[in-house]
């Protein structure tokens, strides 16, 4: 999925600005589907107007630039169930996290266990964000995602918390005694 599809999702809940697309894709309830920033959003936003898949009204502020509000139009409505249709992309996941862990032996025990412990809090927050988003969603499917995204990051903070002593334990084994350890930053 690409970010001018992601943008007609967002549309085709609402009007919005660019701004608070960007804000939807970033934090909100979109977030957890395809990265896009401020330098994608805008390009597509144009280029999607351009080819009549979203309307744009102008609101005048007062000393302010205009205020450009984004609706999906039928054309557009059109396309987005057309890239709906299509088989969805094989999930991209990447965790810094993971590659600390891998290479838990290099690092001095107290940064593994550092490191631990900031996964832990990412992990919670991440599980209450989507408590939050989803009474926020008035879409059918929101429920299932948000279950599935509880399960996924439940399963990850329980392996965690059931198995950080056996990380905890090859931590260090293979630093050189001599060399001083880099404290955590």
């Known amino acids: 999925m690409n970010v001018r599809t992601l943008c007609l999702a967002v549309l085709n809940s609402g009007d919005a600005t660019g701004y608070e697309i960007r804000k939807l894709v970033s934090e909100g309830h979109f977030s957890h589907f395809v990265d896009a920033s401020f330098g994608s959003i805008y390009p597509a936003l144009k280029a999607m107007s ?45 965790s810094e996290f993971l590659l600390l862990a891998m290479c838990a032996e290099l690092m001095s025990p107290a940064n593994v266990s550092a490191a631990i412990d900031a996964q832990i809090v990412f992990l919670t927050e991440e599980l209450a964000q989507i408590d ?42 293979s630093l050189p005694k001599t060399e001083p350890l880099i404290a955590a930053e």
Request: proline letters at 2%.
């Open 50 to 94: 351009d080819d009549q898949l979203v309307k744009v009204e102008e609101i005048q502020q007062n000393g302010k630039p205009n205020r450009k509000v984004y609706t999906i139009t039928d054309l557009g409505r059109a396309e987005f169930l057309y890239a709906l249709s299509k088989p969805a992309q094989k999930d991209n996941y990447k």
């Open 132 to 173: 939050s988003e989803v009474r926020e969603i008035d879409m059918a499917g929101a429920e299932w995602v948000a279950n599935y995204g509880r399960a996924c990051l439940s399963q990850g903070l329980d392996y965690i918390l059931n198995n950080r002593k056996a990380l905890e334990a090859v931590a260090g084994s």
